[in-house]
């Protein structure tokens, strides 16, 4: 990893500075806010100042790391995927938190509350905003990119979430119709 491409960049709407691994929930929030935005990416570096510093984290790593993990597990809602990674910069360590917000996750909540990162800054998602990337992001579900049982698991989600009935044979006779003229 670049850490000094990172660090002369500063933060940006992907990319957070922790000082040190107790502010381990403002990391997670922003990683939140991060996977929240159109880009849907985003890392947290612990052991880096928001001043650019780089003043490395100590402790036992391995249980800060299964701290973190167990963390996420319980706050973020639906669940994430993310990679940890401790490297060693300038004789300190720096630990890494990356994740990637996949197509067909439309938003991802930490502690019940979901937030966006606009710039370096982040705020929750209004009601409005949550509603807004229910139906904006499932739109963008590529169907040539997926089987035809994928998209009919995509399509259930969608009416289940949104409390609509719909015949399965209707629905089966729509997939038909579209894997026919693919």
Same mark, same amino acid.
């Given at each position: 990893m670049d850490f000094e491409k990172i660090i002369q960049d500063g933060e940006t709407q992907s990319v957070e500075f922790k000082k040190s691994f107790n502010l381990m929930k403002e990391g997670c929030k922003s990683l939140c806010g991060m996977l929240n935005t159109e880009v849907g990416t985003g890392m947290v570096l612990f052991?880096?100042?928001?001043?650019?510093?780089?003043?490395?984290?100590?402790?036992?790593?391995?249980?800060?790391?299964?701290?973190? #993990?167990?963390?996420?597990?319980?706050?973020?809602?639906?669940?994430i995927k993310v990679s940890i990674q401790i490297e060693e910069y300038k004789d300190k360590k720096i630990l890494t938190l990356f994740a990637k917000r996949p197509?067909? #996750?439309?938003?991802?909540?930490?502690?019940?509350?979901?937030?966006? +990162?606009?710039?370096?800054?982040?705020?929750?998602?209004?009601i409005q905003e949550k509603e807004s990337l229910n139906n904006s992001r499932f739109d +963008?579900?590529?169907?040539?990119?997926?089987?035809?049982? =994928?998209? =009919?698991? +995509?399509?259930? =989600?969608?009416?289940?979430?949104?409390?609509?009935?719909? =015949?399965?044979?209707?629905?089966?006779?729509i997939f038909a119709q579209i894997f026919s003229t693919l």
């Open positions: 052991g880096i100042s928001p001043e650019n510093d780089v003043v490395g984290i100590r402790g036992n790593l391995d249980s800060t790391q299964r701290t973190l #993990v167990q963390h996420i597990r319980q706050k973020f809602d639906p669940s197509e067909d #996750v439309r938003y991802y909540e930490y502690g019940g509350r979901a937030f966006i +990162k606009e710039g370096s800054t982040k705020r929750c998602l209004s +963008k579900i590529n169907i040539l990119k997926i089987s035809e049982k =994928e998209l =009919e698991e +995509k399509l259930f =989600e969608i009416f289940k979430q949104k409390n609509s009935f719909i =015949e399965i044979r209707f629905l089966k006779n």
